[in-house]
């Protein structure tokens, strides 16, 4: 697998699996009925921001991150990202390369700690993965997301000094 | 004192009391040195976003407020809303007005919980205001904002359900 710079051309590649798993409702923040235009401008970031795909041999997208300053002014130093996998390929690995490699990013820019601001509590997978990464559940608004099947669950902010 | 919406006629009142205390960069986490067409987009908000502003009986702009969703798509829910009172006119309560303001406001919405994403805890004044208000320190992220004089210090996450 490897990680590279996102550019134009691969967003026809992440698109579907975005829309697919932003329509499901289940793990993010983002409007449900998201067009295109719009999902495109909220993921494909320029700098300070930065968008990465994950790609196997064949050059097939298994997934994407942003990643991005979280606050400004006093606060920039903290950092944020956003973690997208094709569903059709997971349990590759591509997940924690992504959060491997977003942190190696964060670090390398100066960051001093990333911030998860919305991480759904039944997102168990996600969650395990990201405390494994050394991530902490810093708090969790109660009833914070409106889950499709679960109804109102906790909204998990997370967090780590780098 | 009265509290409504902000016109673009405000804008001229709120902007310098903005820069001042954005330029002292103790409490927002905006960059210090924004200017004004930045400071004007991100302050005085279209739909579903909302600025106010409170006057006194002459007319004079005392301080702002805005309020917008804090998430969207399944935790669209949370509301968040910003405060900005003009240092000249501190102590009469602005603050207290603007803040009940802003919940009568999300309660009205239907907003059932507002977070505040970025309260810098040497801020201790607004601390105990939100407090007063209803609100609690869910976390503090640790040395979450750089304060000009004070170095890395807390930054607070304040939260209550509606």
């Known amino acids: 697998m490897l990680i590279r710079d996102a ?8 698109w579907p699996f975005f ?10 923040t983002y409007p449900r009925d998201i067009d295109e235009p719009a999902a495109r401008a909220s993921w494909m970031l320029e700098p300070p921001g930065r968008t990465v ?8 997208v298994l997934g994407s991150a942003k990643m991005n300053p979280n606050h400004l002014g006093g606060a920039s130093h903290i950092a944020s990202a956003s973690f997208m996998v094709d569903p059709r390929y997971r349990r590759r ?35 395990a993965l990201w405390r494994s990464l050394g991530f902490t559940i810093m708090t969790t608004l109660p009833e914070g997301f409106h889950h499709p099947a679960k109804g109102y669950v906790g909204l998990h902010i997370m967090y780590q000094q780098l």
């Open 19 to 28: 829309r697919t798993v932003v329509r499901a409702g289940e793990t993010y």
């Open 53 to 60: 795909v994950a790609v196997d041999a064949s050059g097939t």
């Open 7 to 14: 550019t134009a051309a691969d967003w026809p590649a992440v």
């Open 93 to 127: 690995g591509t997940g924690r390369a992504l959060g491997e490699h977003v942190l190696a990013w964060a670090r390398a820019e100066g960051y001093r700690a990333m911030q998860f601001n919305a991480v759904v509590e039944t997102n168990t997978g996600a969650v």
